[in-house]
């Protein structure tokens, strides 16, 4: 742990990390403990559990999440039906599902009922009424395809909102406009704020191939989640590979086919470790309260620059979703991303490769301070220091930038590190 906080009476606040089951089949309970240890330590509360009706492995995947997240302790659950993978719902098979997890210990309950989430599902809204009827369940859906005016119309069906965007279209950075709007819409119902580190898929088999604007996005988007403080936050994601959000281990048997690629030797553990800095921000609403335990420094950047190889096809935006087409590498910058998380006020030496020139840069502030620094065509390993009083206090080498592209395809992924 990298930070101490002062507790107060209590913080009716929670975040939790979306969690692809279907990515997990080959996890065993223990495994799923490891999981679940490593999200507590990052301060996490808890998994929002994706699953698709289509799965036939489903329950014997829930019934080891569970057991493991009651082994394991103060952490807990919620299922988040998928829509979208494998069709639609039926609502007899999600009144079944939710009462059959919801007496189990790790289930999260919201106001004294077990929360449910979806992914989408705005052809089945009707369904919800009589689904929480024969369920007492507390619905928090993400129907964020619906559009807020028309989410307005059929909001009474649910007990609150989850949005989906999540990312920046276009060069801007993404804003708290979107989280406003549905906040406002919500009419005094809970909130859950999205938050997620990066954004490259890569998957012809499902019509996917498209990157939003990553850079400093998961450090400024828990400083809004910090400066809006809504009801509840969720993290997208713990473990899908496709996407590049992933915050968790790496698991081959979950990568989907074609996507190894850009995922095999792109961990991105080392974002959680801001996630005890952040999380406590935000539920403190305090940041005098906390203290900074050890200099840490986290950086992240793509393996690849931008004209080194072929785009492999991706856009930069969606089309599919009606957002105009752009040139991946005009999000795509060739800068590397650092966080520093220091105790006092320090200096950070950048060097990419051992013959460049070191860039020095200083961090002003106790706590949170973030840096970029552009590639400007140099290539080789990478090395990070934190000097304070001309003593290195942290050290971090991280893997070669490279115009070596697997396959000839510049890899748009992370590789994420610390010291």
Aim: charged content about 15%.
């Amino acid at each position: 742990m990298i930070i101490k906080f002062q507790a107060t009476a209590v913080i009716p606040k929670f975040v939790f990390a979306h969690f692809l089951v279907g990515n997990a089949a080959g996890l065993t309970q223990e495994q799923w403990e490891s999981e679940i240890k490593l999200a507590k330590h990052s301060l996490l509360d808890g998994f929002a559990l994706n699953i698709g009706q289509q799965d036939t492995n489903t329950d014997q995947i829930l019934q080891k999440a569970y057991a493991a997240a009651d082994a394991v302790g103060n952490f807990s659950l919620f299922l988040s039906f998928d829509y979208q993978s494998g069709g639609p719902w039926p609502a007899n098979k999600v009144v079944h599902a939710i009462n059959k997890y919801k007496a189990l210990p790790a289930q999260f309950y919201y106001y004294g009922r077990p929360l449910v989430s979806t992914f989408e599902g705005v052809s089945n809204i009707e369904d919800w009424p009589s689904i929480r009827n024969k369920t007492d369940c507390f619905v928090i859906p993400d129907w964020t395809s619906l559009g807020v005016q028309l989410f307005a119309e059929v909001r009474h069906n649910v007990d609150g909102f989850f949005s989906w965007d999540a990312w920046p279209a276009g060069a801007d950075d993404k804003t708290l406009h979107s989280d406003e709007a549905w906040a406002n819409v919500t009419n005094g119902k809970p909130y859950m704020m999205p938050v997620s580190p990066w954004f490259y898929t890569n998957l012809p088999q499902w019509n996917k191939n498209w990157l939003w604007k990553g850079a400093q996005l998961w450090t400024y988007r828990w400083e809004q989640i910090y400066r809006f403080q809504p009801d509840l936050v969720q993290v997208i994601s713990w473990n899908d590979y496709g996407e590049s959000h992933y915050i968790g281990p790496i698991h081959a048997d979950g990568i989907p086919q074609g996507a190894a690629r850009y995922v095999e030797d792109n961990h991105h553990d080392a974002w959680r470790e801001l996630l005890p800095y952040y999380i406590a921000s935000y539920k403190l609403g305090d940041r005098s309260k906390i203290r900074v335990t050890k200099d840490t420094l986290v950086y992240w950047y793509r393996p690849n620059p931008n004209n080194s190889g072929s785009n492999g096809g991706t856009t930069g935006n969606c089309p599919q979703q009606g957002q105009q087409e752009m040139d991946p590498a005009s999000l795509a910058e060739d800068k590397i991303y650092i966080a520093a998380l220091i105790k006092e006020p320090s200096w950070l030496m950048v060097q990419i490769g051992s013959n460049n020139s070191i860039t020095t840069l200083f961090a002003s502030q106790i706590g949170m301070n973030t840096f970029e620094v552009p590639f400007n065509g140099q290539t080789g390993n990478t090395t990070f220091s934190i000097v304070r009083n001309r003593t290195e206090v942290a050290y971090a080498t991280g893997p070669a930038i490279t115009t070596n592209c697997t396959n000839g395809v510049i890899n748009w992924n992370a590789v994420v590190g610390s010291s």
